[in-house]
């Protein structure tokens, strides 16, 4: 299970200097990390194409983290005005010295996002989740709500897949210790509404194999409440 201290490590992770400067080139740009990429921009291309068919097409969004500028180009092909937010001044680095500054980009920390209420359309929010414990996505989703007008964009790991399939199989064999956290559709709703979110559509990053892969590409809505309170867990 993700704890809060696989959190502070991923965070000290990106930092590095020579994670940020290789980044791309052993996440993207081999040919199976060219398919991976291919698929998830397709999978986030569908999320915005949904949300423009449930009303005004996203105009404006914030993407964070934002890393090396991965959404960029998706950005600038549906014509959406993007800021790009991340911890890691490193990784910013890269993305700057591959976009200039076209886009502009900002250090902040996902718990306290330097931006107004509603300020953008839509939060894109891809490759993060999954590092952090579900008391950090709270109150990171809750943040993220913040600042969205109407949509989040985001990517999950859910336990659908034939990975998890495996690895419950070892663990209950005594062959694996524990087992990493993935969501069921029922906790990915149950989360996003205590965060004041409802999922809409739900795009699988292999488009007619979802089986294969344990990503998928979540549109959310922001909900007219107040997001619910979280309980502190009871032993």
């Not at 993407?63 to 998706?74: A, F, M, Y």
């Not at 990784?91 to 300020?119: F, S, T, W």
């Not at 509404?193 to 194999?209: I, M, T």
Request: proline content about 6%; aromatic content about 8%; charged content about 30%.
């Amino acid at each position: 299970m993700t704890s809060p201290e696989d959190y502070e490590r991923s965070k000290r992770h990106y930092r590095s200097v020579a994670i940020a400067e290789g980044y791309d080139s052993w996440r993207y740009d081999t040919p199976r990390g060219r398919r991976r990429n291919r698929r998830d921009l397709g999978a986030i291309d569908r999320a915005v194409a949904e949300a423009a068919r449930r009303g005004p097409p996203i105009a404006s969004a914030l993407d964070l983290p934002s890393g090396t500028g991965r959404l960029v180009p998706l950005l600038r092909q549906r014509a959406i005005a993007g800021v790009g937010a991340d911890i890691s001044i490193e990784m910013m680095r890269v993305a700057r010295r591959k976009y200039g500054a076209a886009v502009p980009l900002l250090q902040c920390n996902a718990e306290q996002i330097p931006h107004r209420d509603d300020a953008f359309d839509a939060v894109f929010s891809i490759r993060f989740l999954f590092h952090l414990d579900r008391s950090a996505r709270g109150r990171i989703l809750r943040e993220m709500r913040r600042v969205s007008r109407r949509w989040l964009i985001l990517d999950v790991r859910h336990r659908y897949n034939l990975r998890s399939v495996v690895w419950r199989l070892a663990h209950r064999l005594g062959l694996r210790e524990d087992l990493p956290d993935r969501l069921s559709r029922r906790g990915l709703a149950e989360e996003l509404h205590e965060s004041g979110l409802e999922p809409v559509a739900v795009c699988p990053s292999r488009r007619y194999v979802g089986f294969f892969s344990d990503k998928w590409i979540v549109l959310a809505e922001k909900k007219a409440v107040s997001p619910v309170p979280v309980r502190a867990a009871t032993a």
